[in-house]
Every structure is written in C-alpha cells, then in structure tokens.
RNA sequence: CGGGGCGUAGCGCAGCCUGGUAGCGCAUCUGCUUUGGGAGCAGAGGGUCGCUGGUUCAAAUCCAGUCGCCCCGACCA
C-alpha cells in the first residue's frame, strides 16, 4: 500500500477523550474511529491487524477441530425468554420491535441459538462430539463503555459451543479449547495468564480466564509469587494469619454492652474501643430467595471485604442488600449495630475465618451499643461455614504458602463448562446407547478478537507509538523513500516497494512529499516491525538503511542482503 | 444508578466569570522555496459556538430544559 493513497488518517494528537495508551494509539495511528460510545469504526490500518488476529484464531480453531459458521445477530427475544436470559441480561441486552411488533433483540452471545440449533438437528449420541464456532460481531448496552476498545458495546468476539453426550466429553472438548486458545495467545506474543475463574450470568460448573495483565484491565486477579496459582478475585482463595484473641476474662460468661455512640463502621468501632479491627465481626444482611424476601446473615471478619461471586455461588441464587428500613423492622436497629447475638431468626453464613473466635466485638442489635466478650457459636448460631471473603495482597498461598500478589488484568479469552442449563431449558436432548433422553452436555469458549488487538498494543508501545508483535502487524515492512522528487531515489524506491512484495512481504510504501521528520514519526507511531529507508544519504553508503522498530537501532546494509536480513529478524 | 467534568472549524484549545464584529495552534487548499526527526514565505477555504426554549435592544457568554461524550464508583461472559 502506498500512503499517498491510503485512508490512513494518522493524529499528531491526542484526542482528549482517550484516556489509555491503547486507546490513545489506536486512534493516533489511523486504526478506529469512535461513532458513539462504545461503537467504533475500524479503519483500513486497525482492521488489518484484527484480521491478522483472525486469521491466527481461525487457525487453531480449525486445527483442533472446531467448523466455523454464523450465525443471525438480529434474535426473536422468544429464544431468549426460553432459558430466562432475556430477563437476566436485562438492559444490557438491545431490544427492538420489528414492523410487525415481533419482539426482537440482538444478541450478546450465542447459546441459545446454538441449543437451538442442536435441538432441531442432533438426535443421537452418535451424532456428538460436535465443536461449532463463529467470529461475529456482539451486541451488549454495557452500562458503561469505556477504555476504547477494550470495553465496547459492539465488539467481535470468536465464540465457540462443544456439544457432548456427556461429562468426560465436555471435559476433553474444554481441554482441547484450553489449548487452542494457549496457541493463539502465543502465537498473538501476548503475555498471557490463566486464571480461576466465576462463571457468573453463564451459569455451569467451571470455567477458566486467560488474562493479560495491564494496569488498565478492569479484572482484578490474585497471583502467587512462587507457584502457579492465579485466580480472578472472585473467586479467589487465600490463607491469612489466624487472628490473636485475647482470653476471655470470664470463659463462660455473656457478651457486655458498651455504648459506641455514633460508631457504626467498623474502622469508628476500631479505633474508638482499640480493637484491632479484624476481631470485630462485621455483620450483613442480603434479601435472597426467589421473590428476595428471605433474610440471611453474613458474617465475616472486621478487616475482610465481601465478596459478591461468592456470595452468589453460595446463595445459589440472585439476592440484594437488605434495605436500611428491612433491617429496622426486623432487628429494630439501625445498619451499624447489627450482630448475630440475640438476632431474628434467620439463615447464618459465617466466614471460616471466625471458626472458634473468641471475646470478640459486634453490634449489640441496640442503637449505639456494641458486645464484647463474643464467643463464635457459644454465644450464636451458624448454620453454614462458607469462605465469603475477598482475598488481598499479601495474604498467603493456599497451593505452596508464599505470598499473593493482586493486579490488574485484561481478560481475552473465557472458557466455561456449560453443562445442560441451556440444553435442559431448551430441551436440547439426545438418545444415548439404551434409547435414553438426555439434555446435551455443553461447554462455550470465548475470544475478544479486538482485546487482542488492544492488549498487544497496551504492553508493546513506547512514547513515540506502538510496537506491534510481529504476527498481529497490519504489515511486515515500512518502506520509507526520502527525497521522492529525486528521479535515482523515486525510481529504487518503486523497484524495492515491487521487489518486497514479490518476496511475499506485506508492505506499506512512504511514498508521500513530505518532510523527513514527518514520516520518520509516522513510521514509529505505525510501530510496523521494520523500517527500511532509502535516501541518497543511503545510497551513498552503498544500500538501504534498516530499522527494526522495537530495538531503534539503525544499519545500512547492501540492498542485496535486505530480504535475507528481514527473514532473519522475522525469527 | 450515584458523583464529577466537558460539548466553540478535521484535531488540540482560548473566549463565557464581567452579554456587543468568533479567535489561536496544528491540519486542509494554491503558488514558490525546502527534504535525515512533525520545514519556510505568501495567499485561501472551513463555524447554525450540541439542541430547544427563555431573559435582553443584543446571547458562544446569563437562566431552564434536553441530547451527547468522558472520568470515578456501582454494575458486568
């Protein structure tokens, strides 16, 4: 491509509304173009990298099996009513009428199409295994687009459905994906991680991020130090040091009011009785149940953070905060003196932490009281022992006893183990050997093709622009001709641009009258792998002068040793 | 959904407080000169100041409403 002709819109500025590096190069470097929030254009710069990650994902799709297909974006919301997710997406799911008054939406992900599929045309066991994949464009009213690409409301994703008879098949389908999916990301030259994860809104029993780690992502993940273990904070398991209770000066006596007037947080609590803050028991009411109306009991340690991936896999169902005036009228005191002492009576949850906790703090169920002197099941009930808290940085390692680290991450890829939620909804089912019915046992997996892109770009950049991984450049070679008017440099530079491309090289040609500092800050923002020059300063030293984009180091080589030499830096 | 910010030329911004001819830099177009890190000179084009309404002799500027975009949080395959 020569950039006199292309549509190549490079920005020596930044647009004031791109807050991250990728964002900000993405658009600097001609790659997208924001229509409205979370919608992007992609331009012929940007599109090219993300058929690169295209075809790369195809790829390893393919080799592992998987047939590609498409499928409709524009669902009847009936498919989605079926398996009760047209109500769990809620507004995030984009709801249309058509002409006739149909309800119809577009879809955010594919399942229900799949199962709809499966049912009409898979009858029997013997028809199974089957791995379908598509690359389609998703459609999700994120409450909150943001970071460019990154978090946007339409977006490509390469998603894939596994049907199965049964377990051990969705197991040998999901480790198939688990290593396609390690391949792209290698082959992408991103440095990737696989993490533990919740399968959230999806439902099922398992289910793996791979994540990249960014300051920028917006998944918070916990790591060991040492070992293997990675973990999304949702889900994510620590050891802590066990908490220092001080005897009990009456070992069989009952918990003492004390007046907190005014200390409803457990840090005013804390600091106005002098307790460390872990040995206050921090106490939270949730509304669950199908109609939310019943009441349960959270109980963790003062220091420690709910966390909500937990809570829902324990509850097993949607639940909400109780509201301040549910608490008033069944415990008759504000949120702040709450404590499992002499409480309503309901289901209690506590976090192992509090396992054998003794003399410790918590509201007294009186306004402006607390109890100390608490003994954990002596002086309380609990029903169900569940960890429920969010592990934290520096906590230990529950697979080798080092220390955890928490970072940010960009999630890329998801893959989940189904199971027969949707096939059972949708009675998606197939005769076993006996004759059987059963519902197909499925699995669904996930790439966010333009995370790819921006990833690659959010850890391969320098001040002066991107530096793309080779495999994901939109082209092998920059090919830069200074002084065009010069009839000797205009005519070797249109028999270089000519050669390259004849050697199979992918090349864009800086053919443009303009100056030199403009195309040689073009080049680096591009960030293409290399650039090679051709000037009468490099004619001069007898060739052309070669830059490999990531190092910044320049050399003049014989024109005769160029194709040789960009094999050779191709690795 | 809560909080904050911003809408003025393709991009980045000033002007608004204190109402009175809409500006600057970059980019674009023409001509000449220029070619190793975002060139110089001369000339030119480009705006319903997001939208609607109100106040006023007069509104980019003040007031109200509305739409859009960004950020933080909540939320989230």
Same mark, same amino acid.
């Given at each position: 491509?020569?950039?006199?002709?292309?549509?190549?819109?490079?920005?020596?500025?930044? =647009?004031?509304?791109?807050?991250?590096?990728?964002?900000?190069?993405?658009?600097?470097?001609?790659?997208?173009?924001?229509?409205?929030?979370?919608?992007?254009?992609?331009?012929?710069?940007?599109?090219?990298?993300?058929?690169?990650?295209?075809?790369?994902?195809?790829?390893?799709?393919?080799?592992?099996?998987?047939?590609?297909?498409?499928?409709?974006? !524009?669902?009847?919301?009936?498919?989605?009513?079926?398996?009760?997710?047209?109500? *769990?997406?809620?507004?995030?799911?984009?709801?249309?009428?058509?002409?006739?008054?149909?309800?119809?939406?577009?879809?955010?992900?594919?399942?229900?199409?799949?199962?709809?599929?499966?049912?009409?045309?898979?009858?029997?066991?013997?028809?199974? =295994?089957?791995?379908?994949?598509?690359?389609?464009?998703?459609?999700? *009213?994120?409450?909150?687009?943001?970071?460019?690409?990154?978090?946007?409301?339409?977006?490509?994703?390469? @998603?894939?459905?596994?049907?199965?008879? *049964?377990?051990?098949?969705?197991?040998?389908?999901?480790?198939?994906?688990? !290593?396609?999916?390690?391949?792209?990301? @290698?082959?992408?030259?991103?440095?990737?991680?696989?993490?533990?994860?919740?399968?959230?809104?999806?439902?099922?029993?398992?289910?793996?991020?791979?994540?990249?780690?960014?300051?920028?992502?917006?998944?918070?993940?916990?790591?060991?130090?040492?070992?293997?273990?990675?973990?999304?904070?949702?889900?994510?398991?620590?050891?802590?040091?066990?908490?220092?209770?001080?005897?009990?000066?009456?070992?069989?006596? %009952?918990?003492?009011?004390?007046?907190?007037?005014?200390?409803?947080?457990? #840090?005013? +609590?804390?600091?106005?009785?002098?307790?460390?803050?872990?040995?206050?028991?921090?106490?939270?009411?949730?509304?669950?149940?199908?109609?939310?109306?019943?009441? +349960?009991?959270?109980?963790?340690?003062?220091?420690?953070?709910?966390?909500?991936?937990?809570?829902?896999?324990?509850?097993?169902?949607?639940?909400?905060?109780?509201?301040?005036?549910?608490?008033?009228?069944?415990?008759?005191?504000?949120?702040?003196?709450?404590?499992?002492?002499?409480?309503?009576?309901?289901?209690?949850?506590?976090?192992?932490?509090?396992?054998?906790?003794?003399?410790?703090?918590?509201?007294?169920?009186?306004?402006?009281?607390?109890?100390?002197?608490?003994?954990?099941?002596?002086?309380?009930?609990?029903?169900?022992?569940?960890?429920?808290?969010?592990?934290?940085?520096?906590?230990?390692?529950?697979?080798?006893?080092?220390?955890?680290?928490?970072?940010?991450?960009?999630?890329?890829?998801?893959?989940?183990?189904?199971?027969?939620?949707?096939?059972?909804?949708?009675?998606?089912?197939?005769?076993?050997?006996?004759?059987? #019915?059963?519902?197909?046992?499925?699995?669904?997996?996930?790439?966010?093709?333009?995370?790819?892109?921006?990833? $690659?770009?959010?850890?391969?950049?320098?001040?002066?622009?991107?530096?793309?991984?080779?495999? !994901?450049? =939109?082209?092998?070679?920059?090919?830069?001709? !200074?002084?065009?008017?010069?009839?000797?440099?205009?005519? %070797?530079?249109?028999? /270089?641009?000519? @050669?390259?491309?004849?050697?199979?090289?992918?090349?864009?040609?800086? @053919?443009?009258?303009?100056?030199?500092?403009?195309?040689?800050?073009?080049?680096?923002?591009?960030?293409?792998?290399?650039?090679? +020059?051709?000037?009468?300063?490099?004619?001069?030293?007898?060739?052309?002068?070669?830059? %490999?984009? $990531?190092?910044? %180091?320049?050399?003049?080589?014989?024109?005769?040793? /160029?194709?040789?030499?960009?094999?050779?830096?191709?690795?």
């Amino acid at each position: 491509m020569r950039f006199s002709k292309a549509f190549l819109p490079t920005l020596k500025e930044t =647009p004031s509304d791109a807050v991250i590096p990728s964002h900000a190069l993405m658009t600097r470097a001609g790659m997208v173009r924001q229509l409205a929030a979370g919608v992007y254009s992609e331009l012929p710069f940007g599109w090219r990298a993300m058929q690169k990650a295209i075809a790369i994902v195809r790829q390893e799709m393919n080799a592992i099996g998987a047939q590609e297909l498409f499928l409709p974006v !524009l669902n009847p919301l009936e498919v989605w009513e079926e398996t009760g997710r047209a109500r *769990d997406f809620g507004d995030e799911m984009f709801r249309l009428k058509d002409r006739k008054g149909r309800a119809m939406c577009l879809a955010p992900t594919h399942e229900e199409i799949i199962c709809d599929l499966a049912r009409s045309f898979v009858r029997s066991y013997r028809d199974l =295994p089957q791995m379908w994949y598509q690359i389609q464009t998703k459609m999700r *009213d994120e409450p909150r687009p943001r970071s460019g690409i990154l978090r946007a409301r339409q977006f490509i994703m390469k @998603d894939s459905y596994s049907l199965d008879a *049964d377990q051990d098949g969705l197991n040998k389908r999901y480790d198939l994906h688990a !290593l396609a999916y390690r391949r792209i990301f @290698d082959r992408c030259e991103l440095k990737y991680f696989e993490v533990g994860a919740s399968s959230g809104l999806m439902g099922g029993t398992g289910s793996q991020e791979f994540m990249v780690e960014s300051p920028h992502g917006e998944d918070r993940v916990a790591l060991c130090n040492a070992c293997t273990y990675a973990a999304n904070l949702e889900v994510a398991e620590s050891r802590t040091a066990s908490i220092h209770d001080p005897e009990n000066p009456d070992p069989s006596g %009952q918990p003492e009011e004390v007046s907190t007037p005014d200390k409803r947080t457990i #840090e005013e +609590v804390s600091g106005f009785l002098n307790i460390a803050p872990e040995r206050l028991i921090k106490t939270l009411v949730f509304m669950t149940g199908p109609e939310q109306s019943a009441p +349960v009991m959270i109980l963790v340690a003062g220091d420690d953070e709910i966390n909500e991936s937990k809570l829902l896999a324990v509850l097993g169902g949607a639940f909400r905060p109780a509201h301040p005036e549910e608490i008033k009228s069944s415990f008759g005191v504000e949120v702040g003196f709450l404590g499992p002492v002499n409480a309503p009576k309901m289901r209690v949850i506590a976090d192992p932490r509090l396992q054998g906790g003794r003399n410790r703090i918590t509201g007294a169920n009186k306004n402006h009281y607390h109890i100390t002197g608490v003994d954990v099941e002596r002086h309380f009930h609990v029903d169900q022992w569940a960890d429920l808290r969010t592990a934290k940085e520096g906590e230990i390692c529950i697979q080798c006893g080092s220390v955890l680290r928490v970072a940010n991450a960009i999630e890329i890829g998801h893959i989940f183990k189904l199971g027969t939620k949707y096939s059972s909804a949708m009675g998606a089912n197939v005769l076993d050997a006996e004759g059987r #019915e059963h519902p197909i046992v499925m699995g669904s997996y996930g790439i966010g093709i333009g995370r790819i892109v921006a990833c $690659a770009i959010e850890s391969s950049h320098d001040a002066s622009g991107i530096i793309w991984p080779a495999p !994901l450049a =939109p082209y092998d070679v920059m090919l830069i001709a !200074l002084n065009v008017r010069e009839p000797e440099i205009a005519r %070797q530079a249109e028999a /270089l641009y000519a @050669d390259l491309q004849g050697k199979g090289f992918e090349v864009l040609f800086d @053919d443009r009258e303009v100056s030199p500092g403009v195309k040689f800050n073009d080049a680096d923002l591009l960030g293409l792998p290399w650039q090679v +020059v051709i000037s009468p300063k490099s004619l001069a030293k007898g060739g052309v002068e070669i830059k %490999q984009r $990531a190092i910044g %180091q320049r050399s003049v080589i014989p024109m005769t040793d /160029l194709e040789n030499t960009l094999r050779g830096l191709r690795g």
